[in-house]
């Protein structure tokens, strides 16, 4: 029997999500000798438990950005604790510079950095995803209230999109969709999406489902 998702104990949920990233996780390749570290950039939401994968692997040779102008996050601090306030991740959480390194930026050149193709791939929430491969993170009016942030510039500027998110609203409607009707962040830019139910990959007229989350063993399986 299927399970829904907000109905479930705020530790399930965050096991669900914790699964999305670990997931998304396989995403990110070892970076390649003489190459240097890779760039990854993580959204808000869902996607900043990945930070938690990359630290419980130990990966050393991942440079994890933020569209809050900084370049080496690590692992999250006590929000009540002391911290530098140009540390945080983009919900504002506090986090441990990277032991490799760190730098903060000016939020120009923190988009220049964006919009240069540097980013290996971009792990973000959204509102809906369709079979083409638009995506919309963000809305106006009615009952959602969001704005796009930096994911206009992401899904431009990395060279790998992929989504991370619940895939039914709270209404129990899918997020996967023919066509989106919120505004788009992006056209044709989502390479992969991974819910709490599966991994798609949207395929022009539909998504084509590469493996399904089982609840029982906490993983995806093809």
Request: proline share 5%.
């Amino acid at each position: 029997m299927e399970i829904n998702y907000y109905s479930m104990t705020k530790e399930e949920r965050d096991r669900v999500r914790q699964a999305i990233c670990d997931r998304a996780y396989q995403e990110i390749p070892p970076a390649k000798d003489g190459q240097g570290e890779l760039v990854v950039n993580v959204g808000w939401g869902i996607p900043l438990s990945i930070i938690k994968t990359l630290e419980r692997e130990g990966r050393n040779d991942v440079l994890l950005q933020g569209e809050s102008c900084c370049i080496g996050m690590g692992r999250h601090l006590e929000p009540e604790g002391d911290y530098d306030m140009h540390h945080v991740d983009p919900a504002g959480i506090p986090f441990q510079p990277m032991e490799n390194g760190a730098c903060t930026l000016t939020l120009a050149d923190a988009f220049a950095f964006i919009n240069s193709k540097r980013i290996y791939a971009t792990f973000l929430g959204a509102f809906q995803v369709a079979a083409n491969g638009d995506m919309a993170n963000w809305d106006s009016g009615g009952e959602v209230l969001a704005g796009p942030g930096g994911a206009m510039a992401l899904v431009r500027g990395a060279r790998h999109v992929v989504v991370c998110m619940v895939e039914n609203d709270k209404n129990g409607d899918s997020k996967l969709v023919n066509r989106c009707n919120l505004p788009l962040t992006g056209e044709g830019c989502v390479d992969l999406v991974i819910t709490d139910k599966g991994v798609y990959k949207p395929d022009g007229k539909h998504f084509k489902v590469l493996e399904k989350y089982d609840p029982e063993q906490g993983k995806y399986v093809g």
